[in-house]
């Protein structure tokens, strides 16, 4: 996923599940308020709850979306 891809989802409560450096699998439920280049970094989803590496997200799901599927 690249930023103009991630920045569709600016705004919205999405659960975003990712990987860190070890592998482990983590879902994170925030609000996602930006995504950016950093130089240096890399490219970034800035979240209210942290900030994570793009190239470390395995998917992402608008929340509406995951309530509608667990009613």
Known sequence: ???HDAK???GSVCEIV???RLGNTHVTLATVE???YVP???AYLITDAE???LDQ???IQVADAV???AA
């Open 1 to 3: 996923m690249g930023v």
């Open 8 to 10: 569709a989802y600016v």
């Open 18 to 20: 990712w990987k860190d």
């Open 34 to 36: 930006d995504a950016r």
């Open 40 to 42: 240096l970094y890399g």
């Open 51 to 53: 900030d994570i590496r």
């Open 57 to 59: 997200v395995v998917s």
């Open 67 to 69: 309530m509608r599927k």
